[in-house]
């Protein structure tokens, strides 16, 4: 029988070294936080344990809010209830505004210490997908305007990933009403006729 904490500390030795000697992640060189801002849907990623209770039509909308970014993610659940959380968002890198940090604990004001890093990894010059991930690529989301994105896209986008040195089987389809219809690895979705 194994005991589940050495197991556990096993793993840790064993991905930490993996990040260690992982190159940087890249981000896009700039963003136009005007054009960024509004609705976006989620086409695919890696599953986050705070995203646990999301069955179908998860989405993110991005507005301004003094200084910092108002960040409204909802979901729906299987009992057919539409699931929402509030955060904020801060820009770190102020020359490519590439590089955020978003949290969703606010305690007499926003927590960013106890937030995470959002950077933005792909974008499409018209802003019709964004590719948000982290630098350990422990997270990575599929961004698009619209429910879908063709398949020529999703081919590009899961290519750079892995040029990136994500596991792109580790990110899985978004299902979209108007849009996939199957929770599936992107590396599968990619390959499919």
Known sequence: MHNPKIVKWLWSIMFASCAATAAPLPTVEQVD???????????????????????????????????????????????????????????????????LEVTFVKLFGWLYFLGGDY????????????????????YAWILARQTALSKTDLIAIESRLRENGYDTCA??????????QIRQPLCEVVKAE
């Open 33 to 99: 936080l005007k054009r960024y801002l509004g609705k976006w849907y989620e086409i695919a990623s890696i599953p986050q344990f705070f995203q646990r209770q999301c069955v179908s039509d998860a989405m993110a909308e991005y507005a301004m809010d003094g200084a910092d970014i108002a960040v409204t993610n909802s979901c729906m659940t299987e009992s057919g209830e539409r699931s929402v959380a509030q955060g904020r968002a801060r820009v770190v890198d102020e020359i490519s505004r590439a590089k």
């Open 119 to 138: 950077w933005v990894i792909d974008l499409a010059p018209d802003y019709r997908y964004a590719v948000v991930g982290h630098p350990d690529r422990t």
């Open 171 to 180: 990110l899985l389809t978004t299902v979209q009403t108007g849009g996939l």
